[in-house]
């Protein structure tokens, strides 16, 4: 296939189906965390949702692990013209659908509990803490500019049917935080597992799922680690990439 390139982009090998995924390097590019949300829990039966999708790289691997009906919302219109290229380009036309616009509004352009599950790998940062990048499209989103942890519960809650599933991934600084606004918005958390660079390693991400109007309790997996002693990738992180 003939793949034309615009300024600042890229071609990158998704690894899984042979999908391969368009990226500029003037915008947030997926990487490792994408990768370890979309495997995260079973295979969505029912219409799943991803929340600022980019490069639509979670709607992709999800395909790949047999997930049928996907749609994904991306505010950014760079990005989401990069979204609808790569679903093109992979062949995913019949089972995602990108939809430009703000998951603020998503009472707009979906039903409420129309999904049974919700993925979402958000801004990690308030607005008012880190770093800044001066590229508005890598600030955006690192930084809680156009949407808040708030922001992204409130289109969770209309968006999941009850006793849906929503996965998350975060920075563990903010784990409380999360805990408690997910429990406000009715998604219980139901499952946790803390991802460590190294084994030695304090953790610095973490994965959540939770379901709207579960019950409580909440089991701890065994923590996910990315590199071995020596850097290299960990058999977890290769079976993820499908080289075991």
Wanted: with cysteine.
């Amino acid at each position: 296939m003939n793949i034309e390139l615009g300024p600042h982009e890229r071609l990158d090998d998704l690894v899984l189906d042979g999908m391969k995924v368009i990226q500029r390097d003037d915008q947030f590019c997926f990487s490792l965390d994408t990768v370890l949300l979309a495997h995260f829990g079973t295979v969505p039966h029912g219409p799943a949702l991803d929340l600022g999708t980019g490069t639509a790289a979670i709607p992709l691997i999800l395909t790949a692990r047999g997930a049928k009906k996907l749609t994904a919302v991306e505010f950014n219109p760079v990005m989401a013209d990069i979204a609808r290229r790569n679903v093109a380009l992979n062949g995913r036309d019949d089972r995602i659908a990108i939809v430009e616009g703000d998951y603020r509004r998503i009472r707009e352009w979906a039903e409420s509990g129309a999904f049974a599950a919700v993925y979402a790998n958000p801004p990690y940062r308030e607005k008012s803490r880190g770093a800044y990048s001066d590229v508005d499209g890598i600030r955006r989103a690192c930084h809680e500019e156009t949407a808040t942890l708030g922001d992204v519960l409130d289109a969770v809650k209309y968006a999941l049917k009850y006793h849906g599933r929503f996965r998350m991934v975060h920075i563990t600084e903010r784990l409380a935080d999360i805990l408690e606004a997910m429990r406000a918005h009715d998604i219980e958390p139901k499952v946790l597992q803390m991802v460590h660079g190294r084994p030695d390693k304090k953790a610095k991400l973490f994965l959540i799922e939770g379901i709207r109007g579960g019950s409580k309790g909440l089991d701890v997996l065994p923590p996910l680690i990315v590199h071995n002693p020596d850097g290299s990738y960990s058999d977890a992180v290769n079976k993820l990439y499908g080289k075991l």
